[in-house]
């Protein structure tokens, strides 16, 4: 079993900076495959970023160059670094952990991005 906790989301202005942080409390494994998602009001959940094992990374068109995931297996956390956000950015961003065919998700954290 895997409990992930979020933090690091908040209110910012357009061009902004913010940094999303995952802790796990059970062990993560190199194998694991780390993921950040997001869902905007009316709107479906989507996969922003994820990493690999080896650290191969994937990003949604709309964030590349603009977002980095990263992971630390020997502290078990995870990141999203967000960097020139937007207004469509604005969404509950959820961290996620896939081992095998199971998903552990954290309970979300808020991001606004507004001026």
């Known amino acids: 079993q895997v409990q992930l906790v979020e933090s690091g989301g908040g209110l910012v202005q357009p061009g902004g900076s913010l940094r999303l942080s995952c802790a796990a409390s059970?062990?993560?494994?190199?194998?694991?495959?780390m993921g950040w998602y997001r869902q905007a009001p009316g709107k479906q959940r989507e996969l922003v970023a994820s990493?690999?094992?080896?650290?191969?990374?994937n990003y949604v068109d709309s964030v590349r160059y603009r977002f980095t995931i990263s992971r630390d297996n020997g502290k078990n956390t995870f990141s999203l670094q967000m960097n020139n956000l937007k207004t469509e950015d604005t969404a509950v961003y959820y961290c996620?952990?896939?081992?095998?065919?199971?998903?552990?998700w954290g309970q979300g954290t808020q991001v606004t991005v507004s001026s």
């Open positions: 996620n952990v896939h081992r095998w065919s199971t998903d552990y």
């Open positions: 059970g062990r993560i494994f190199s194998f694991d495959t």
């Open positions: 990493i690999r094992s080896g650290g191969a990374t």
